[in-house]
């Protein structure tokens, strides 16, 4: 039986992300949301640790993340303190 979670996921060559989402490049900041609104995912493209604040209030530091990840996190910020990734925000597709 198919793993129902990861099957439907389809990666595109031109983004390498799943083709349900659409992705922005994140600029990790301590004072400012990501530009776009909450993501619902984020897709990791650099290796090490990730500083987000979480929908609910929550502040979380994601540690030893590895590219090619994507994390079906709600995010509002990635802050630059103890970030030492890099990742892009992923929306649901045709919300861009």
């Not at 031109?14 to 600029?27: F, H, I, K, L």
Request: net charge positive; glycine share 10%.
């Amino acid at each position: 039986m198919p793993n129902k979670l990861f099957a439907s996921q389809r990666y595109t060559a031109a983004t390498d992300y799943p083709a349900e989402y659409q992705g922005r490049p994140v600029t990790p900041n301590d004072s400012a949301d990501l530009p776009d609104g909450p993501c619902v995912a984020l897709r990791i493209t650099g290796s090490g640790n990730i500083n987000v604040d979480l929908g609910g209030g929550a502040t979380a530091v994601l540690t030893n993340v590895v590219a090619g990840q994507t994390l079906r996190l709600q995010v509002f910020r990635v802050r630059a303190t103890s970030t030492t990734g890099s990742c892009a925000a992923l929306y649901p597709a045709g919300t861009l």
